[in-house]
């Protein structure tokens, strides 16, 4: 059945977002980490970079930037996950490091040709997340529309990382899905839940379905709670064809190629790298609107 997207996307407009650009501080070498210059993590701790930091404007100020803000981020989670395992609540470090990350690699999606530059320049591990988060980035690219009134999206603050690790796990367990493609697809639908407002297909709820859809395979639950319609999500997928054919079940869920494949390479980055994860949770919700690119949420949200 694809009746769930009749119309388009629903969320593609949500990820059109692209940063400005000017150098900023960078460490002699790619492979050196050292906090970006931004907002200072208390005193005399380290400084993150700002929620509107600039982005680097040559491949080599850009891959340092890249590399440093990469290793920072998965140091930042990984001091994260040690004191709060249950990942409640996001420490600002985390916030304003995968901030960054998403603005640089939205920058390198709208400039192929910086991009290939860039990773050129990265080590091998940053080099191949980079390379699938600005993949996935320029698929949903291709497919975003500026919106008429940014302000009229409702947001709002979405269930912790640990509760929505919860629910993904617990529909992996029940419906077989792979936890890592329902939560690629509850980040590309509604940004974990951050969108609060329907589609202009009129898509509902974190997963986005139409009504339609949800009460062939929402089993009864509420489309706007999470944790039904993550449910609703792995019902609908497995039935569809999941695991054992991701592609197709995804091309049922939304029959856009392009969406399928941002789908694909976010979680499997994840299955590379549960980390990955965070950081993903951590990235936020912008818009293209015909004045240009509008960040709606965070740090905070």
């Known amino acids: 059945m694809t009746t769930h997207r009749r119309a388009a996307l629903a969320v593609t407009l949500l990820l059109a977002a692209c940063s400005g650009s000017a150098v900023v501080p960078a460490p002699s070498s790619p492979g050196t980490v050292r906090p970006v210059e931004g907002v200072t993590g208390g005193a005399g701790g380290p400084r993150f970079p700002a929620p509107d930091q600039p982005v680097p404007e040559n491949p080599t100020d850009f891959a340092a930037a890249v590399e440093t803000t990469t290793h920072d981020l998965y140091d930042a989670i ?19 490091l ?107 709820g974190p997963m986005q379905f139409i009504p339609s859809t949800w009460d062939a395979y929402g089993m009864g639950g509420d489309v706007h709670d999470p944790h039904d319609a993550i449910l609703g999500a792995a019902n609908y997928l497995a039935f569809s064809g999941a695991p054992g054919d ?29 980390r990955t994860y965070y ?23």
């Open 78 to 96: 990984d001091r994260w996950l040690a004191r709060d395992p249950h990942a409640t609540r996001s420490p600002e470090s985390v916030q304003l």
């Open 98 to 204: 995968a901030l960054y990350q998403q603005r640089l690699t939205r920058a390198l999606a709208r400039e192929p040709a910086l991009a290939a530059r860039v990773i050129a320049l990265l080590s091998s591990s940053v080099a191949a997340l980079t390379k699938a988060n600005v993949e996935a980035s320029a698929h949903l690219f291709s497919h975003a529309r500026p919106v008429s009134d940014a302000s009229a999206l409702r947001t709002a603050r979405p269930e912790s990382a640990g509760t929505l690790l919860g629910y993904y796990q617990e529909a992996e367990q029940r419906f077989g899905v792979q936890w890592q493609v329902l939560a690629a697809v509850n980040a590309i639908e509604s940004r974990f839940g951050r969108v609060r407002s329907s589609s202009y297909a009129g898509a509902q």
């Open 246 to 274: 991701d592609r197709a079940a995804l091309y049922h869920y939304n029959p856009v190629n392009d969406y399928v494949a941002a789908v694909l390479l976010y979680a499997r980055q994840m299955m590379r790298d549960p």
């Open 279 to 301: 950081a993903y949770y951590n990235w936020q919700v912008f818009v293209f609107t015909k004045q240009g690119e509008v960040r709606l949420t965070g740090p905070g949200i």
